[in-house]
């Protein structure tokens, strides 16, 4: 039998953690498509609730791209949809043209709150099952 390398540890190590991810986001998609939404989506409804906590609180879009796990352009796509659904409204940062900020509509908020407890039903489920 052979003895595995400390490479082939970190490797199969890695290798499990990207394969817990790629089931966790799978999972939460199927979970959240009967409300219009992907993992994704509910991500940066998720960070803006918690970044922007009040009605009308705006945070940088700088600030959610450091974030989540997208492209630039992609999260900018996503955000087009987000707004396109009136989940999210942007403008441009008064102080610098280049910036643009984001918040949750109402609609978004009432959202993020009915989808809430079945993302973390799924992420506790998913996780449990890491641990055994």
């Keep these: 039998m052979a ?3 400390a490479d082939a540890r970190l490797e199969e190590r890695w290798r499990g953690i990207l394969s817990v991810h790629a089931r966790t986001m799978c999972e939460i998609d199927r979970a959240l498509h009967p409300h219009g939404l992907g993992a994704s989506d509910f991500e940066v409804l998720d960070i803006l609730a918690s970044e922007s906590p009040g009605e009308g609180d705006q945070c940088r879009v700088q600030n959610l791209a450091g974030r989540v796990h997208l492209s630039q352009s ?13 989940l999210v409204e942007r403008s ?36 449990a099952e890491q641990e055994r």
């Design 92 to 127: 441009v940062c008064a102080e610098d043209r280049r910036g643009v900020w984001v918040a949750l509509t109402r609609k978004g908020r009432e959202l993020h709150s009915e989808v809430l407890p079945v993302q973390r039903a799924v992420l506790q489920r998913m996780l």
């Design 74 to 86: 992609a999260l900018s796509r996503l955000i087009g949809r987000l707004e396109k659904d009136g």
């Design 3 to 5: 003895v595995k390398t």
